[in-house]
Structure formats: C-alpha cells, structure tokens
C-alpha cells in the first residue's frame, strides 16, 4: 500500500510540476523606455517640479474661487436690481436709443409729457396720417423731395 502511495504521488508532483511550468515570455532588448508621450496626471498647470506644479494649481484654484463668487455676487445683485423701480427706468432709458444729449434731452421731455398725457386731446389724434407717397417721386429722395417743397 505505502508503495503504491508514493508512485501515485511521484506521478501527481510530476504532473503538478509540468502544469506550474509558465510558457516563455518574449524578452525584449529595450528595458526601459521614458514616457515622453506622457503628460502629467497631476495638477494640470504645465511642466515644472512636482512642488513648482502644485503652486501654480493652488493659485489658479484661488483665482477661479474668486471669479466664481464675483459672479455669484454680480448675478444677485442684477437680479435684485431688476426688481426695483429704478432697476425698471434704467431698462426703459436703454430701451430709448438716442446718440446725442439734446436728442436725449428732447425725448425725456416728450415722455414726460406723454405720461401727464398732454398729447391726448390732439385733432387728428387716432386717425391715419395723410398719404403723401402719391405726390412723391419713387425716383427721389426724401430729403431732395422736401427741400424741392
């Protein structure tokens, strides 16, 4: 029985031994090769020391905080303005496009008297203006027409 015990285990370590046995692995003649296609996985900034890298990203960390909250701050005030009677004026002002102050001047006063509603008992007030495109040249222009008037 011990016989017959250790041939069956000479032939199960023999058999252990061929299937341990890895395949060969092809070696090659460059061991080492620098990873120049690389960029670097850390603090995104550029080249430089691993310490100079690391600088630079707390830095720019810093600057995009403050950008951040600067237009938080500026969103909050828009939106607050936007609410407020003088917020509104202001977007009736840019609303009125003029070029010079004069024509500024003469446009606020014509608003003003709009809303106090001077212009409301017109003759002529709702009804179309006369057709003068008829008596007009189509070949000239307005200008000329009206100063040959």
Known sequence: VEDAYRTIRRERNAEKDKSDH??????FDIKHTAPQHRHFLTYD???GTPSQR????TVE???KA???VMEHRLKKIQATERNTLVGKDKRRAKDIKTRYGIDRLVEDLIQEAM?????????GMGKPLK??????NPHVDFVTHKLNE
Not at 22 to 27: F, H, K, R, T
Not at 115 to 123: A, P, R, T, V
């Open 66 to 68: 403050v950008e951040n």
């Open 115 to 123: 809303n106090k509603g001077e212009f409301s008992h017109l003759s």
């Open 54 to 57: 690391q600088k630079r990203y």
């Open 131 to 136: 057709d003068r495109s008829s008596q007009q």
């Open 61 to 63: 960390r810093a600057q």
């Open 45 to 47: 900034t550029g080249i």
């Open 22 to 27: 890895l395949p060969d692995v092809e070696e």
